[in-house]
């Protein structure tokens, strides 16, 4: 398949160049979605990149989304932006 259309995938695009659903998930509380997105890099490398996304449930709508997923797939998504953002405290 070819990429998503949600704003990350809209900045990634130039390098994403597919992606496979492995599953998906409606809990009580969110919809999980397990995914493997293909990246491009410049020197026409490609990686896959597994990831898993939690979507909690708001009253009337999503209330947001966690992917968990290897760091540089957030350097690709992200890039530089992503020296500004800071990693979720671990619960465990």
Request: proline letters at 5%; charged letters at 20%.
């Amino acid at each position: 398949s070819s990429c998503a259309s949600s704003s990350a995938a809209k900045a990634a695009r130039p390098r994403c160049t597919g992606y496979t659903v492995h599953g998906q998930a409606f809990g009580e509380t969110s919809l999980t979605v397990e995914i493997t997105v293909t990246v491009a890099y410049p020197d026409a490398s490609r990686r896959d990149f597994r990831t898993m996304t939690v979507f909690p449930y708001g009253t009337t709508a999503l209330r947001g989304e966690r992917i968990y997923a290897d760091i540089e797939f957030f350097r690709v998504i992200f890039g530089p932006l992503l020296a500004e953002m800071e990693p979720l405290r671990s619960s465990v």
